[in-house]
Structures are given as C-alpha cells and as structure tokens.
DNA sequence: GCATTAACCACAG
DNA sequence: CTGTGGTTAATGC
C-alpha cells in the first residue's frame, strides 16, 4: 500500500499541509509512514535518536519528561497536532517523551522533508511558527498557573481543559489515573482524590470514577480563575 | 499561638 | 488503583 493517495486526500491534514501542493503533497506521501499505537504505548521516548517529525492523526497523548525526581506530564495534546517539532528540528536526541492515552494512530514525517517544506514553502512555514508560538504562550499561561494556583484551582483548571480542549463536552472520563491526574497538575493522587470528591459533594461535578460531569461551569470557572 | 493548606504515610477495599 | 484518615511541615494572620 502506497502512502501518497493517503496524503492527498487525508481528512487529517494539518492547517500547513493545507498548503502544500500536489507535488509536495506526493512527496510527503512518499517520505511519511503511518502507525498504529494502543493505549500505553509509547510512541517516541526521551534520549531516543529522532530523525522524524511526528503528526497525531488521531488520538490523545501525553508528553512527558523525565525530571529530577521524577516523571513528569508536561502536557496532553489531542490529534490532529503535530507532536515533535521542538524536540526533532534542533535535537539529536529527543527531550521528552510521547505516550499514547487511547489508541492512536500517527504520521512519522521524514526530518529532511519537513524542513524542504519549510525552507521552500512559505506559506507552510508561517502556519508551522503560527502552531509553535500558540503553543508557546499557552505554555507560558499554563506554567504560571500550576506555580501560582492553589491545587483547587489547579483541579479546576484540568477539569475545564479536558472539557474545552480535549473532548469538546462537559461530560467525558479522564484518561489518566489518579495518580497521573495527580502528576499532571502537580500534585499528588491523594489531594486529587479530595479535592474531586468535594467538587462532588458541592455539585459543582458528578463523578463516577473516572467518569466527570460539569454540573456548574461558572462556579468551576471561578475556582479555576480564583486558584 | 492558632488556623489553613497540602504533602506524606498507612491501610482497606 | 483509589479513597480516607491521621500526621506533619510550611505559611499566614
């Protein structure tokens, strides 16, 4: 099976492989290979050799670094999103970590192509800075607010993002453990665990397990804003 | 001092 | 793996 057919008519392309045109778009087929990840499989890791750009079609994954204790989430990213830019364009090695949180499916874009795009193709490199610097200062926010929230407002925080940006609903089920929730907002599985139940037992979410239903966005908004 | 916050520990289901 | 209770260190009033 040839690739370049699935570049052309991919229902996936990103904004920047929007604006590639055909013969870029067969070259990208021709130097691209798709693949399949489970739940839990790792999907690029951290002092790895890297030499491909990573595209998420499909799926949830976490990005993770391994820190001076200990593993640490960095971020969770929903497909279609490019995955490795930072850590393939300027590194030998790749610097972080990528975990599959569901079944995933990805593109593994060859280094030497991707940067001919960009370097040739200047509408395709503006959308890439464009995706780079959106990610920047969401990172800068995101930064600031796990230093200077309370772990309440951190909670909330997390809830509204698996709402607004994850699943685009206000009921879903976390795809992490407790312990993981705990990690990704930097703190533990126990505190979590508290601080759920009481949203709980405040209606201001059902929980069921990992199942979360919003009850009253605005007085989670304001936990969130108010840390 | 006294209260609050959140981590750490331990144990049970 | 998860929830809960007790303990404790740090910080604030």
Same mark, same amino acid.
């Given at each position: 099976?040839?690739?370049?057919?699935?570049?052309?008519?991919?229902?996936?392309?990103?904004?920047?492989?929007?604006?590639?045109?055909?013969?870029?778009?067969?070259?990208?087929?021709?130097?691209?290979?798709?693949?399949?990840?489970?739940?839990?499989?790792?999907?690029?890791?951290?002092?790895?050799?890297?030499?491909?750009?990573?595209?998420?079609?499909?799926?949830?994954?976490?990005?993770?670094?391994?820190?001076?204790?200990?593993?640490?989430?960095?971020?969770?990213?929903?497909?279609?999103?490019?995955?490795?830019?930072?850590?393939?364009?300027?590194?030998?090695?790749?610097?972080?970590?990528?975990?599959?949180?569901?079944?995933?499916?990805?593109?593994?874009?060859?280094?030497?192509?991707?940067?001919?795009?960009?370097?040739?193709?200047?509408? *395709? %490199?503006? /959308? @890439?800075?464009?995706?780079?610097?959106?990610?920047?200062?969401?990172?800068?926010?995101?930064?600031? +607010?796990? #230093?200077?929230?309370?772990?309440?407002?951190?909670?909330?925080?997390?809830?509204?993002? *698996? %709402?607004? /940006? @994850?699943?685009?609903?206000?009921?879903?089920?976390?795809?992490?453990?407790?312990?993981?929730?705990? +990690?990704? #907002?930097?703190?533990?599985?126990?505190?979590?665990?508290?601080?759920?139940?009481?949203?709980?037992?405040?209606? @201001?979410?059902?929980?069921?397990?990992?199942?979360?239903?919003?009850?009253?966005?605005?007085?989670?908004?304001?936990?969130?804003?108010?840390?």
């Amino acid at each position: 099976m040839t690739n370049f057919q699935a570049c052309i008519t991919c229902p996936f392309k990103s904004t920047a492989a929007k604006t590639l045109n055909e013969d870029e778009l067969y070259a990208l087929g021709d130097n691209c290979a798709q693949a399949s990840f489970k739940k839990g499989n790792t999907i690029f890791k951290q002092g790895i050799f890297s030499s491909n750009i990573v595209y998420l079609k499909e799926g949830i994954v976490q990005l993770h670094i391994d820190g001076p204790t200990s593993e640490q989430i960095i971020k969770i990213s929903k497909g279609p999103t490019y995955l490795g830019i930072p850590t393939t364009l300027d590194e030998k090695y790749n610097r972080y970590s990528a975990t599959a949180l569901t079944e995933v499916y990805a593109c593994f874009i060859n280094i030497d192509t991707f940067k001919t795009f960009v370097q040739e193709n200047g509408q *395709f %490199a503006y /959308e @890439i800075i464009l995706d780079l610097c959106k990610n920047e200062v969401n990172l800068f926010n995101k930064c600031v +607010n796990r #230093v200077q929230k309370h772990i309440r407002g951190r909670v909330a925080e997390a809830i509204l993002f *698996f %709402a607004h /940006e @994850i699943y685009n609903a206000d009921s879903f089920a976390i795809p992490l453990t407790r312990s993981e929730f705990g +990690n990704f #907002v930097a703190s533990t599985r126990e505190t979590v665990s508290r601080i759920l139940t009481e949203l709980h037992t405040e209606k @201001i979410i059902a929980l069921h397990g990992k199942h979360i239903d919003i009850l009253d966005n605005k007085r989670l908004a304001l936990i969130s804003r108010s840390g």
